[in-house]
């Protein structure tokens, strides 16, 4: 008992000071204002030592009771312990402490959850890398094989062999290229340069330099009619690293029928758009598709040498100039992709 009162007195004794002042003071005062005997001012300086005392035992056992709960609180949080913050309460006197702790628990929280999330991205992303990086390795190594057994010597195979080889060390380029690009993107170091720039023979280039690809499966590649004076701003570069993605991406996925690429002007503004009469995109594929390595159709993807990343690449450059990538589509009547730029 007399350890916890000496406890609670020691965690008061930043006090102790101050109240022996106050209380020396009054003697004084009341010395010189009333005619006190030395008997009635002895026991007024009991009495006011005593008082003292009690005085310091509660602030002292108030204080340590509040500091005991503080320490409890962080250690639960160090252990992550608590269940929420509703479980961070240190009483009225302690409201913009307890306010304080609160908002570190839930930054802290936050950055731990948000550090997670970051850890299984790393670890997917490198498990998609491993797994793209193998496919063409391992095809590329069973063509040279094939050959170094003995069809080198077949003209009716060796041609062929090598031509696909070739093309997936083209895959493998274009792989490592994309994973460049993202990784520039994602860590701030791709340098942007925006400037007004005349849309139309921005596009016009664009289709005529890709229209093989559409011809290539019987398709129509088209540039619909819009004001060609119309000057939009963005980083043209980057740009054409979008449309080329998603017009390929639109003939890749289409059969038959057109790949139109558009411009409709609006307040301030103008929707750049790339529609096709292709397979469309269920809605729940339409929540993925701009993600890394996510295909809607794996196998036909890959063997047509796509990386996975194209999507991602143009959401990001996308969003750099502001804007946002929108997707509307229904399984077997096409797909549109639009963005906007600044008039």
Do not use: C, W
């Amino acid at each position: 008992m007399l350890n916890k009162i000496l406890q609670n007195i020691f965690s008061a004794r930043k006090y102790i000071l101050a109240i022996l002042i106050s209380s020396l003071m009054f003697i004084i005062i009341v010395a010189l204002i009333l005619p006190f005997s030395f008997s009635s001012l002895l026991e007024l300086i009991i009495l006011l030592l005593l008082f003292d005392f009690i005085i310091v035992y509660l602030i002292g056992n108030s204080r340590k009771s509040e500091i005991e709960s503080i320490v409890n609180i962080i250690n639960k949080i160090r252990t992550d312990n608590l269940q929420s913050d509703n479980e961070i309460k240190l009483g009225k006197y302690l409201s913009e402490l307890e306010n304080e702790i609160r908002e570190m628990y839930l930054k802290s929280r936050d950055d731990i959850s948000h550090l997670k999330k970051l850890e299984q991205i790393r670890t997917e992303f490198l498990a998609n890398v491993s797994h793209e990086l193998r496919t063409p390795i391992f095809a590329i190594q069973g063509f040279i094989e094939t050959l170094l057994d003995g069809a080198i010597d077949d003209k009716n195979v060796n041609k062929t062999f090598l031509e696909k080889a070739n093309q997936h060390t083209i895959n493998l380029s274009n792989l490592l290229n994309d994973l460049i690009d993202i990784s520039m993107i994602e860590s701030g170091q791709m340098k942007m340069s925006f400037r007004f720039f005349n849309i139309y023979e921005f596009l016009e280039a664009i289709v005529n330099e890709l229209r093989i690809h559409a011809t290539s499966k019987n398709l129509s590649l088209i540039l619909e009619p819009f004001d060609k004076s119309l000057q939009l701003y963005g980083d043209k570069q980057r740009l054409k690293q979008v449309m080329t993605n998603l017009i390929i991406n639109a003939v890749k996925y289409t059969e038959f029928g057109t790949v139109s690429i558009g411009v409709i002007p609006e307040s301030g503004f103008a929707q750049i758009y790339v529609r096709d009469t292709g397979l469309g995109i269920t809605q729940e594929d339409q929540e993925r598709i701009f993600e890394r390595f996510y295909r809607v159709d794996k196998d036909r993807s890959r063997s047509m040498g796509g990386t996975g990343l194209g999507l991602a690449i143009v959401k990001h450059i996308v969003e750099a100039h502001g804007s946002k990538i929108t997707v509307e589509s229904e399984p077997g009547k096409g797909s549109v992709f639009s963005f906007r730029l600044k008039k």
